[in-house]
Nanobody, 124 residues
Framework: QVQLVESGGGLVQAGGSLRLSCAASGRTFTGYTMGWFRQAPGKEREFVAAIIWNSGTTSNADSVKGRFTVSRDKSKNTVYLQMNSLKPEDTAVYYC?????????????????WGQGTQVTVSS
């Protein structure tokens, strides 16, 4: 059974940085794509970034381009989201997700596995 556990969230001032981690277990992730999504209060969950496990190819939402970077460490079975120049509008619960298939996808419903989420709060 695939398990995804996020960590690294917290409270940070605007302009600051955080690095989220997603520890993945339960299988080998060859052939998978890993994604990061976020959900702010009263809003729908939205795509943030994705990475193809094998190749390391990435994609980002327009709202975070130039500020957020997704990466993975195969030896640790961990995916990261480095978040720089944080803004109050980045405040949300951030979720790690996994889908079978090496294709970058921003559609929430294509991801079969989800973590429990980690809270990120950016103060102004």
């Amino acid at each position: 059974q695939v398990q995804l556990v996020e960590s690294g969230g917290g409270l940070v001032q605007a302009g600051g940085s955080l690095r989220l981690s997603c520890a993945a277990s339960g299988r080998t992730f060859t052939g998978y794509t890993m994604g990061w999504f976020r959900q702010a209060p009263g809003k729908e969950r939205e795509f943030v970034a994705a990475i193809i496990w094998n190749s390391g190819t990435t994609s980002n939402a327009d709202s975070v381009k130039g500020r957020f970077t997704v990466s993975r460490d195969k030896s640790k079975n961990t995916v990261y989201l480095q978040m720089n120049s944080l803004k109050p509008e980045d405040t949300a619960v951030y979720y790690c997700a996994a889908k079978l298939g090496a294709a970058l996808q921003s559609v929430l419903g294509t991801y079969a596995y989800w973590g429990q989420g980690t809270q990120v709060t950016v103060s102004s």
